[in-house]
């Protein structure tokens, strides 16, 4: 049994020993779905220099973008395998296959760069980050694309009544897709408003017909393109934040030289602290221009009455994360301080306070 672990190890180390062996160039193919649009996608070419330049062109990095390397599943598989060396994935599809990942898409719970920040690096994290080592890849850190809201277009079914100042209220008998994800679907069945799920290349069709009248996605994967020309509101929902975390295959970068192991590490992590405040400033900086220029006109959301809907989801989740993290892990404690319940009733809301710590242990 331990001679055919160590002739695994051998075949999978191979290729990069091999390398190091003949002083020949190490391959870091770096995958991510999106393109130069997005802020943590841009920051992977100065990633590029500085690890080349730090390891003196020893490691050669290829920025495979744009879906250059597949889907976000395709490249979660590859990077597992060692096909590609690292690269970006939502924590949305990282939760598919590291259930622990799921408390990070909880709605309601990070609501700014502070306890973004602060979460950053907790003991809660860390044990988060564990569970990938099953499956042979590390998360080095993190990126933000935002949080997410409702895009309403200009062929929005109207209401009897002028739905007032609160988002949830526009929800009401509108038809919106989201994303091909089931937990974002599970989290927006608990909100009014009927939900479907739309293939992207039969997105414009289904825009045009009327069949959908508004898209959730965050403001920075929408803007300047072809859909702001249909977009007549924004209902600023702000529950769920969107993070990519950055990982890599882990054998490939115990293979590396020390020294090289730093310079992987240092570099990708310092561009995870930039794509992290990034992207939340990116994000704050589109919806202030939405707000200034009223197009689309962006419609707040009661944040009393959506935690009251979202609560029985949070709380049932969070018993199914504490069961597989343990107790010591205090997810709860994400949820309750932002949010002050008197019961697990949701009928009735004795204090609901918005903080700036989020209280991880």
């Not at 980050?129 to 809201?149: D, M, P």
Request: hydrophobic share 40%; net charge positive.
């Amino acid at each position: 049994m331990h001679r055919l672990i160590l002739l695994a190890l051998m075949y999978l180390l191979a290729p990069w020993t091999m390398a190091l062996a003949n002083d020949e160039v190490i391959p870091m193919r770096i995958t991510a779905v999106q393109g130069e649009g997005m802020v943590y996608v841009r920051l992977l070419h100065q990633l590029k220099q500085n690890i080349e330049n730090g390891t003196q062109g020893r490691i050669r990095v290829e920025l495979l973008t744009n879906g250059a390397g597949g889907s976000e599943i395709d490249a979660l598989k590859n990077q597992i395998r060692g096909n590609v060396e690292g690269g970006w994935i939502s924590v949305l599809t990282l939760a598919q296959a590291f259930k622990a990942f799921r408390v990070m898409t909880l709605p309601m719970v990070f609501n700014d760069a502070e306890q973004l920040n602060h979460f950053v690096g907790s003991k809660l994290d860390t044990a988060i980050r564990a569970t990938t080592k099953t499956k042979n890849i590390k998360v080095l850190g993190y990126g933000s694309y935002g949080f997410y809201g409702i895009l309403l277009f200009e062929n929005m079914k109207k209401q009897k009544t002028r739905p007032g100042n609160d988002a949830l209220d526009w929800m009401n008998h509108q038809t919106i897709r989201v994303p091909e994800d089931d937990w974002i679907g599970t989290v927006q069945a608990t909100l009014p408003g009927k939900k479907v799920q739309v293939p992207s290349v039969d997105l414009m069709k289904a825009m045009d017909s009327g069949w959908i009248t508004g898209l959730l996605i965050t403001p920075e994967l929408v803007a300047n393109k072809e859909l702001m020309q249909k977009a007549a509101y924004f209902l600023n929902l702000r529950h769920l934040h969107a993070w990519s975390a950055f990982s890599v295959n882990q054998t490939w970068l115990e293979s590396l030289p020390r020294e090289y192991q730093k310079v992987v590490q240092h570099e990708v992590r310092a561009m995870c602290q930039q794509a992290l405040d990034g992207g939340l400033a990116h994000h704050d900086a589109l919806v202030a221009h939405w707000y200034e220029t009223r197009h689309p006109r962006v419609v707040q959301t009661s944040w009393d009455r959506m935690a009251i809907l979202v609560q029985p989801l949070v709380e049932k989740t969070i018993q199914q994360m504490e069961r597989l993290l343990g107790p010591s892990s205090r997810v709860s404690i994400l949820w309750e301080n932002n949010y002050k319940f008197s019961n697990t009733s949701t009928a009735n809301v004795v204090s609901m306070n918005h903080v700036n710590q989020s209280g991880l242990p």
